[in-house]
């Protein structure tokens, strides 16, 4: 693995492997000193073209904590506001010894062509692009939902020590995702990752809100929620993202809340084991209820702790590598 551009890149074997490695990884945060020596030396730039407060921070906190030197790019403030292109920026980072570039663009393809054009000699990590993918999203929804959900759950691995089961996929899971799936990449790259872990992945939202080539992807749709708690294993809410809007999707935003919007009396419809996740940031009153949003299935906080474990564990398998005989040991 080279590079981390779409999550349908994946294969199985290569998704699990980044989910037992961040399993691994996710006990330095429990450590008196949050710090591994693996990437002493190299240096992973943050170049996001796009605001961004989680993935940003997360990313930047997964390098240091495996010692990469870290260079934050914004493009508001920089030479990309006065007109610079990607090329020319990228070309800038290469000259200053990149050997990882974590790039979010609000152009759809734009990590794909930095790493193809050779533009940049490093990894690339997609971070988000336009309304196409956010790979790593998607792994930490998978690793989050892999905890739950399998081998007894994540307090179950805890008190005996074992961790997540080696090669433990989400075969057979149901998840449902929910909401504004015509601008969201990271439903995307969910339904590809989940359906390559062995999941079941239904869509739900409006007409509208469906992408045009969905009956191409590996999932099935509805447009009914209601039809869909009793049979959810994880249930993921989107944010409506009105910022990608020009025209109105929906009739009003009261009107989609009783529709698509989770609140109390649907989330008590889930099955017992059942959790609820939100990509963030989220839209409290809109398509998820603020109580829900706190309640003890909402697992929302956790996936951001998961975040970080995950992205250790990508920058560690693209840069540091695992020892010769594929076991990790010495990496946490």
Same mark, same amino acid.
């Given at each position: 693995?080279? +590079?981390?551009?779409?999550?349908?890149?994946?294969?199985?074997?290569?998704?699990?492997?980044?989910?037992? $490695?961040?399993?691994?990884?996710?006990?330095?945060?429990?450590?008196?000193?949050?710090?591994? #020596?693996?990437?002493? %030396?190299?240096?992973?730039?943050?170049?996001?073209?796009e605001d961004s $407060?989680?993935?940003?921070?997360?990313?930047?906190?997964?390098?240091?904590?495996?010692?990469?030197?870290? !260079?934050?790019?914004?493009?508001?403030?920089?030479?990309?506001?006065?007109?610079?292109?990607?090329?020319?920026?990228?070309?800038?980072?290469?000259?200053?010894?990149?050997?990882?570039?974590?790039?979010? +663009?609000?152009?759809? %393809?734009?990590? +794909?062509?930095?790493?193809?054009?050779?533009?940049?000699?490093?990894?690339?990590?997609?971070? *988000? =692009?336009?309304?196409?993918?956010? #790979?790593?999203?998607?792994?930490?929804?998978?690793?989050?939902?892999?905890?739950?959900?399998?081998?007894?759950?994540?307090?179950?691995?805890?008190?005996?020590?074992?961790g997540a089961d080696?090669?433990?996929?989400?075969? *057979?899971?149901?998840?449902? !995702?929910?909401?504004?799936?015509?601008?969201?990449?990271?439903?995307?790259?969910?339904?590809?990752?989940?359906?390559?872990?062995?999941?079941h992945v239904t869509?739900?939202?409006?007409?509208?809100?469906?992408?045009?080539?969905?009956?191409?992807?590996?999932?099935?749709?509805?447009?009914?929620?209601?039809? $869909?708690?009793?049979?959810? =294993?994880?249930?993921?809410?989107?944010?409506?993202?009105?910022?990608?809007?020009?025209?109105?999707?929906?009739?009003?935003?009261?009107?989609?809340?009783?529709?698509?919007?989770?609140?109390?009396?649907?989330?008590?419809?889930?099955?017992?084991?059942?959790?609820?996740? +939100?990509? *963030? #940031?989220?839209?409290? %009153?809109?398509?998820?209820?603020?109580?829900?949003?706190?309640?003890?299935?909402?697992?929302?906080?956790?996936?951001? $702790?998961?975040?970080?474990?995950?992205?250790?564990?990508?920058?560690?398998?693209?840069?540091?590598?695992?020892?010769?005989?594929?076991?990790?040991?010495?990496?946490?």
């Amino acid at each position: 693995m080279k +590079h981390l551009l779409s999550a349908g890149d994946l294969s199985r074997d290569e998704a699990v492997r980044i989910l037992d $490695t961040a399993e691994e990884l996710l006990g330095v945060a429990q450590r008196p000193i949050k710090k591994l #020596p693996t990437l002493r %030396g190299r240096t992973v730039v943050n170049l996001f073209f796009e605001d961004s $407060t989680r993935t940003r921070i997360s990313f930047e906190a997964a390098a240091k904590r495996l010692s990469a030197d870290v !260079i934050n790019f914004s493009a508001k403030g920089s030479s990309a506001s006065k007109g610079e292109g990607l090329k020319d920026t990228a070309l800038t980072l290469q000259a200053m010894g990149a050997d990882a570039v974590v790039v979010r +663009h609000g152009a759809s %393809g734009a990590p +794909h062509r930095l790493a193809h054009e050779a533009w940049t000699k490093g990894a690339v990590v997609n971070a *988000g =692009d336009g309304t196409h993918e956010h #790979p790593t999203q998607a792994l930490l929804d998978a690793f989050t939902m892999r905890r739950h959900l399998v081998g007894g759950g994540a307090g179950a691995r805890a008190a005996d020590g074992a961790g997540a089961d080696t090669g433990a996929d989400l075969a *057979g899971k149901r998840i449902t !995702i929910v909401g504004d799936v015509l601008h969201s990449r990271v439903a995307r790259s969910n339904a590809l990752l989940l359906h390559t872990l062995g999941a079941h992945v239904t869509l739900v939202a409006p007409p509208t809100l469906l992408p045009v080539g969905v009956h191409t992807w590996p999932v099935s749709t509805s447009y009914d929620l209601d039809a $869909t708690l009793e049979g959810t =294993d994880a249930l993921m809410m989107l944010r409506v993202q009105g910022e990608r809007m020009n025209a109105a999707y929906f009739p009003s935003a009261r009107e989609y809340s009783r529709r698509y919007g989770l609140d109390r009396a649907r989330m008590n419809r889930l099955p017992d084991h059942a959790v609820v996740m +939100h990509p *963030g #940031p989220m839209n409290r %009153g809109m398509e998820i209820s603020a109580d829900v949003a706190d309640s003890d299935r909402s697992v929302i906080v956790e996936q951001v $702790t998961n975040g970080v474990a995950v992205r250790m564990a990508v920058l560690y398998l693209l840069l540091g590598g695992a020892p010769a005989d594929g076991s990790n040991e010495g990496t946490a």
